[in-house]
């Protein structure tokens, strides 16, 4: 049959062969494109020359749901055979959310699950690795620069550096001297059953005494402080980079990482000691109370024993360590909220990783300085 039409033009082109017309889509058909391209394409359309439409989006870049709706709506109103060709995977999902019901060969079309490519697959997740490795990178880099600054006088907020302290370290005081009183009265009932069988009770003092101050109360402590601050200093952060006010303290000249990361860092390695002394009376008072109760061991013979075998050297390492894990809590929960992007979902999503690369980085702190320790024989 004759070609007797074909005009081409920035956005389409088309192509007329007796009673089919093809449009063959081109760039981006979005909500910014001209008035009178819509008006043409409604035209060309809904003209009565044509029984049957081909759109074709083969040399597409773009297409939104402003242009979806569109072609939806053209083609309904204009109740001619139409036809959509070579849809990308893309366009595909934009015509299933809208619900196109245009035609029984479209529908088809769109509820047609692309296949993808596991290589694909596997390069795209090598490259969001790659991309989260430099932006951590770009973030320690500019955190160890800052925080080499954090004892000049200026770059301490008192007032910030106090409300953190409280968020940080009084109000989670009572859960963490909880969970650590419950965690001794544990530990003390399960190590009693162990020695007892061997008739070595009177050695559950130093045992659990030593693995309260090195070890657990410690980790509770800090466990709990990452999964409470973690996720809420991503989510605020998150929130402020959502709602551009990040970017209005950058333009007015104030520095993010002085006003927004070094306060939190700061309150924690202040507040995490404290946290861990209280976490380690907490838990060895729980075990008092069991050997009082269910060993017969009273209170002033524990704090005898254990102040005889217990050195003090093992308060000080639970300590030390403390700072460390106020740091790495403190730098994930900051470094996870200034990478949400411009959506609420990532919110969600990148609290959720707050928590659990905060949990790891202290767990994986810990075994490293029980490794060190235990090399230094300390």
């Given at each position: ?42 035209a060309l359309i809904g003209s009565k020359k044509f029984n049957k439409i081909v759109l074709n989006f083969k040399e597409i870049k773009e297409l939104d749901y402003a242009a979806a709706l ?82 000049m006088l200026k770059n301490i907020r008192v007032k910030e550096i106090l409300a953190y302290f409280e968020d940080a370290g009084i109000k989670s005081v009572f859960i963490v001297c909880l969970t650590s009183f419950l ?196």
């Amino acid at each position: 049959m004759p070609l007797f039409l074909k005009f081409e033009s920035e956005f389409y082109k088309c192509e007329q062969s007796g009673g089919k017309l093809t449009i063959n889509l081109k760039n981006n058909w979005n909500y910014k494109l001209p008035a009178q391209i819509w008006t043409q394409t409604a035209a060309l359309i809904g003209s009565k020359k044509f029984n049957k439409i081909v759109l074709n989006f083969k040399e597409i870049k773009e297409l939104d749901y402003a242009a979806a709706l569109f072609f939806k709506n053209t083609f309904l109103n204009a109740c001619k055979n139409y036809e959509l060709v070579n849809l990308t995977p893309h366009a595909q999902k934009i015509f299933a959310s809208i619900n196109s019901e245009i035609n029984p060969k479209i529908k088809q079309i769109i509820d047609a699950k692309p296949h993808e490519n596991p290589f694909s697959q596997i390069g795209k997740n090598l490259t969001a690795f790659f991309a989260g490795f430099c932006a951590f990178l770009n973030f320690t880099g500019e955190f160890l620069v800052k925080f080499s600054k954090i004892f000049m006088l200026k770059n301490i907020r008192v007032k910030e550096i106090l409300a953190y302290f409280e968020d940080a370290g009084i109000k989670s005081v009572f859960i963490v001297c909880l969970t650590s009183f419950l965690i001794g009265i544990v530990l003390a009932y399960q190590g009693s059953n162990l020695l007892e069988s061997f008739g070595a009770t009177i050695i559950i003092v130093e045992m659990m005494g030593l693995l309260t101050l090195r070890e657990i109360a410690p980790l509770i402590a800090a466990i709990i402080v990452a999964g409470r601050l973690a996720s809420s200093f991503t989510a605020q952060i998150g929130v402020m980079k959502i709602t551009e006010e990040i970017d209005a303290m950058k333009t007015m000249g104030f520095d993010p990482f002085k006003f927004l990361v070094l306060p939190r860092v700061i309150a924690l390695i202040v507040a995490m000691p404290l946290i861990v002394f209280l976490a380690d009376v907490a838990g060895i008072f729980g075990e008092m109370v069991v050997m009082e109760n269910y060993l017969n061991i009273s209170f002033d013979s524990y704090l005898a024993r254990f102040s005889q075998e217990v050195d003090i050297k093992h308060l000080y390492v639970g300590l030390f360590k403390a700072p460390f894990f106020g740091i790495v809590i403190a730098f994930i929960g900051c470094m996870r909220g200034f990478q949400i992007g411009g959506n609420t979902q990532s919110v969600g999503t990148y609290t959720t990783v707050s928590v659990v690369n905060a949990i790891f980085g202290v767990i994986m702190v810990d075994a490293l300085f029980s490794i060190i320790f235990t090399q230094l024989g300390i």
